[in-house]
């Protein structure tokens, strides 16, 4: 089986779109419509119900589309395997995405030592909230993804990676610098918080919820994306946050930050790496998440 044709017709249920379809493939429409032709031409069968305002598959399509991604996966294994032969070393690409908890603490480091030790391979990170590096995992646009929260959600597995401590972390000076502070306390200081979707925001929501207490019953005057956009706004005094302690090890060391503690929360969380579910792992993602397991115990 012609497997340009079950790529064109894998990108069109992902995308749900003839022509988003041809610009992930980097080919023209007509290049993707005639492909399914073919396709439906040699199975006897309609794949796709193009009536409505998206593409969606029809049953015969469901069925193919399962058994596709499975081919798919394993012609992409076959030809990694032997480009490999006699090489001596690992080459390939790596496409992993990260959400901005982990991308701006552990990640970088790691995939640097890793490409360092794996010169043949080229390393792309994409760097997003964990809602969308999952969906970019499950449209197998990435092969990997490194997020601080897993939910379930069809089409992906998760498995513990590392563990990460979230603290509260408060200027040097502030009255909470040092202590164990109640939910009380704290809701009488303006609390800054990352985005909606980041990993240690859903930790804390989830223990707040646990505690009987909700985010909107505190002072949230700041909303912000990126922990080194909320790390940089502690710093300038403007309140305090919830934050990876890896985030802030040297400023807690330089004493620049202080570290407090929240009785009732248990801020420690498991950073996930999520795959694609029934997908074969390219050799290159065996070795780094062999390599990064190993560094990170």
Do not use: W
Not at 175 to 192: H, K, M, Q, S, Y
Not at 264 to 287: E, F, K, Q
């Amino acid at each position: 089986m012609d497997t340009r044709q079950l790529a064109a017709f894998c990108a069109v249920v992902e995308r749900k779109s003839f022509s988003q379809a041809a610009e992930r493939l980097g080919v023209t429409q007509p290049a993707v419509s005639q492909q399914i032709r073919a396709l439906e031409k040699r199975l006897g069968r309609q794949l796709l119900d193009r009536s409505g305002r998206r593409v969606e598959p029809t049953e015969a399509g469901r069925r193919l589309y399962r058994s596709a991604q499975r081919m798919l996966s394993l012609e992409e294994h076959l030809l990694e395997d032997v480009a490999a032969v006699g090489e001596g070393e690992l080459t390939g690409t790596l496409d992993l995405g990260a959400s901005t908890g982990p991308a701006a603490i552990v990640i970088p480091t790691l995939l640097c030592e890793f490409q360092r030790e794996h010169p043949g391979i080229k390393v792309s990170l994409t760097v997003a909230d964990t809602h969308a590096v999952v969906e970019l995992v499950a449209a197998r646009e990435l092969e990997l993804g490194i997020v601080g929260a897993a939910r379930r959600q069809r089409g992906v597995a998760f498995e513990p990676f590392f563990r990460d401590e979230v603290i509260l972390a408060t200027p040097a000076d502030h009255r909470f610098a040092g202590r164990n502070v109640t939910l009380d306390e704290l809701r009488e200081e303006p609390l800054i918080v990352m985005q909606e979707g980041g990993g240690v925001r859903q930790l804390l929501e989830d223990e707040l919820r646990r505690s009987g207490g909700r985010l909107r019953d505190f002072d949230v005057p700041l909303e912000l994306g990126l922990q080194e956009s909320v790390r940089r706004a502690v710093l300038g005094g403007y309140g305090i946050t919830f934050i990876s302690r890896s985030a802030v090890e040297s400023e807690l060391a330089a004493g620049t930050l202080a570290e407090a503690r929240v009785r009732g929360l248990n801020l420690v969380r498991d950073v996930s790496l999520v795959r694609a579910a029934r997908r074969t792992p390219t050799r290159v993602a065996d070795a780094f998440v062999a390599f990064g397991t190993e560094r990170l115990a």
